[in-house]
């Protein structure tokens, strides 16, 4: 059996570049993360995420004392239809004066935050919320 958790907001029709809301994922198994944008989009979102103690600061550089990566996910879309789709994490999701809808799965073993960042953008909003999977036995 399987139990979802609650869900949890990044951004909420986040109209300018930057990094949401961190969430702590560490006891998921598995992330669903919704993304919906608005008003004629022109943006690209990227997933962030680390393994580190403590939440990194993902809106500044990596160092060694700041640790966090572009997480990669697959269109869940693409998975129905048999045909898994790969975005690299440094890629991210973008859309070009258009609104799109999107639910894409994060699998890493181990990850702890969980975050994304828009950049690019010159116009429209988005809407970035995450929930976990766990597996009940």
Same mark, same amino acid.
């Given at each position: ?82 045909? %898994? $789709?790969? @975005? *690299?994490? /440094?890629? &991210? ?9 999107? =639910? #894409? ?10 975050? %994304? $960042?828009? @950049? *690019?953008? /010159?116009? &429209? ?9 766990? =597996? #009940?036995?």
């Amino acid at each position: 059996m399987q139990y979802l958790t609650s869900l949890n907001t990044i951004f909420n029709a986040q109209a300018a570049t930057g990094t949401g809301t961190v969430v702590n994922v560490e006891s998921w198994e598995k992330i669903l993360v919704e993304i919906a944008t608005a008003t004629s989009a022109n943006l690209t979102v990227k997933l962030q995420g680390s393994i580190s103690d403590a939440a990194p600061d993902f809106s500044a550089a990596v160092t060694a004392s700041n640790m966090w990566d572009y997480l990669s996910f697959v269109d869940s879309d693409a998975v129905a239809s048999g045909l %898994a $789709t790969i @975005t *690299a994490g /440094a890629t &991210g999701f973008a859309v070009a004066g258009t609104d799109a809808f999107q =639910n #894409v799965a994060v699998t890493y073993p181990g990850l702890k935050w969980l975050c %994304a $960042t828009v @950049t *690019a953008r /010159a116009a &429209g909003s988005v809407t970035v919320k995450a929930r976990g999977v766990k =597996n #009940v036995n």
